[in-house]
């Protein structure tokens, strides 16, 4: 009864979305197409992308900061500017910017002749608009506006000259960056009348309808401004089990994927000419955070932990290569200085015995396991079916099993993970990040900047892993401010090899994205910053 309740709810939603589609500036694309998910029969292109579905929240990037990922990934919003496959920073909204030699003035440029979907012009006031509900609308959620741009900047808009100014308090190295980042995607917030699942963007795709638990139908966007849309419509379906992916694909239930994580299917579609598999060496770290709130406190267990894994045979073979094995919280193709950093506590099970014993951390009562402070150890490892991240924890699992601590894997869906998470409800949690976000690892180093770990109570800005180190923290607030690129790098590694010394995170390797598709689709690839998905370079095949 829930459930259909819940379906129910879901299609009343859908239909008041789409009334408020028809009530825009000039022709929603909903209105003139009427694709959806039986239209192939009368001739029209229908991509049939199935994915995972990374939020329970829908697309307002204002309550969830992977539904701002959705809204650009399902190609339904856009920001000012967006990262190439080199993580280099292009115009994409804005097409014109200048910085005050202070970097606390910047003048963006909006681009002539960019409509939303429902056909109302982009202007310099709807961009300001945009970012003052991010902020108003986004105080009780787990979004992080603040994190790209301070709640205390000054906004305005100047629809003439079609341009929005924002003074900060701070200075930033580069704005243009932080403007990137999906959460700050610009919505139409004057027509959009339901955030959660019909949210207007200037992409070239737009919300026909939603239905719970199973995914969008999306349909071309007439008023796209940057070139012709490849396919009428988008089947977005749902699917968050590999195999199952993997299964839809070669039955033609979808024609495109992304991230099969199954090594198996992966090489049979490898192999199979009829699908094309694109592999981008990316930006993604796969860890684990360890709590220091609990057992892995104490120096010799945590230390030991690391030194008793073996991330690199389980990058390279039991995830077939889906990881890069490295030691670091940053990927060793960027330019951080990876080949600088040193690594105390590499894969060595009889040195991690050795060490356990010297601590008096021994398993004294014969049953295998050893004991901290008469305590016997087991560890809560929680984790998620994603990106072979609970593969790594059974990996863990089973090898830490040999030098006797006990591992309770958890395995659950990411947002019950992410609650766990906030509550301390672990000793090590699985986790996938991008790590240069906004072009560099400023915002993902707060996962470990010390002041966080008393503010639990706000969601948007937790160390949740209890890490506490004042070198970190010295050096972090340096970077926050630092302009000069050159010591900005400096500080980086610095900081990295804080986290390595301190033992502060389970890193296991750096993710490789793919995405897979059907001989009936031409042009799909994963990007380098993953957070383009269905773009116009995806396109029937000829």
Avoid at 85 to 96: F, V
Avoid at 104 to 115: A, L, P, Y
Avoid at 432 to 456: L, M, Q, S
Wanted: proline letters at 2%; charged letters at 25%.
């Amino acid at each position: 009864m829930k459930k259909q309740a819940k379906r129910m709810l879901a299609l009343c939603a859908a239909a008041v979305m789409a009334v408020g589609m028809l009530s825009g500036c000039g022709g929603s694309s909903s209105e003139s197409t009427g694709a959806g998910s039986e239209t192939s029969a009368s001739g029209e292109n229908i991509l049939k992308f199935g994915c995972q579905n990374y939020s329970a929240g829908g697309i307002d990037p204002a309550v969830d900061t992977n539904n701002g990922w959705n809204v650009v990934r399902y190609g339904i919003g856009e920001c000012l500017f967006k990262f190439n496959d080199a993580m280099e920073i292009e115009p994409w909204l804005c097409d014109t910017y200048e910085m005050s030699e202070d970097h606390k003035t910047w003048t963006f440029h909006i681009r002539d002749g960019v409509k939303f979907s429902d056909g109302c012009d982009l202007t310099a006031q709807k961009v300001v608009d945009n970012f003052e509900r991010l902020f108003e609308a986004g105080a009780s959620g787990t979004a992080t506006p603040e994190k790209f741009l301070e709640k205390e900047a000054k906004m305005t808009a100047d629809d003439e000259a079609g341009t929005v100014t924002i003074v900060t308090e701070t200075a930033y190295p580069d704005l243009r960056k932080n403007l990137a980042y999906p959460t700050m995607a610009i919505l139409d917030t004057e027509h959009t009348k339901d955030y959660s699942n019909g949210s207007i963007g200037t992409g070239p795709y737009a919300v026909k309808d939603f239905t719970e638990e199973v995914g969008y139908n999306l349909v071309a966007n007439e008023n796209y401004w940057d070139g012709e849309v490849p396919y009428d419509g988008v089947e977005l379906l749902y699917m968050g089990d590999a195999s199952a992916k993997t299964m839809a694909l070669q039955s033609g239930q979808i024609t495109l994927t992304e991230n099969i994580t199954t090594v198996s299917d992966l090489e049979t579609l490898q192999d199979d000419p009829e699908y094309t598999v694109t592999i981008a060496n990316g930006v993604r770290c796969g860890f684990a955070y360890i709590n220091r709130d609990g057992v892995l406190g104490n120096d010799d267990l945590r230390e030991a932990v690391l030194m008793a894994v073996d991330e690199k045979t389980m990058c390279d073979v039991t995830v077939g290569g889906l990881y890069t094995y490295g030691f670091s919280v940053l990927p060793s193709n960027l330019t951080y200085n990876y080949d600088q950093l040193t690594n105390p506590y590499e894969f060595d099970a009889e040195a991690a015995a050795a060490k356990l014993d010297a601590a008096g951390i021994k398993d004294t009562n014969g049953d295998g396991n050893r004991e901290l402070d008469g305590e016997e150890i087991s560890l809560t490892f929680i984790t998620y079916e994603n990106r072979a991240l609970d593969t790594f924890a059974e990996g863990a699992q089973q090898q830490l099993a040999e030098i006797g601590i006990g591992v309770e894997v958890k395995s659950m869906d990411s947002e019950t993970e992410w609650n766990e998470m906030t509550l301390g409800n672990y000793d090590l949690c699985s986790s996938n990040w991008t790590t240069v976000g906004t072009g560099d690892p400023t915002e993902y180093f707060a996962n470990w900047y010390g002041k966080y770990v008393d503010a639990k109570n706000d969601l948007r800005n937790a160390n949740w892993c209890a890490y506490k180190n004042d070198e970190f923290d010295k050096l972090y607030e340096e970077l926050l401010v630092e302009l000069d690129e050159e010591k900005r790098v400096e500080i980086i590694t610095e900081l990295q090899q804080i986290l390595i010394d301190d033992a502060a995170v389970m890193v296991h390797g750096y993710y490789n994205s793919s995405m897979i598709s059907s001989s009936a689709v031409s042009g799909a690839q994963i990007h380098t910053a993953d957070y383009y998905w269905l773009t116009t370079e995806i396109t029937p095949a000829s």
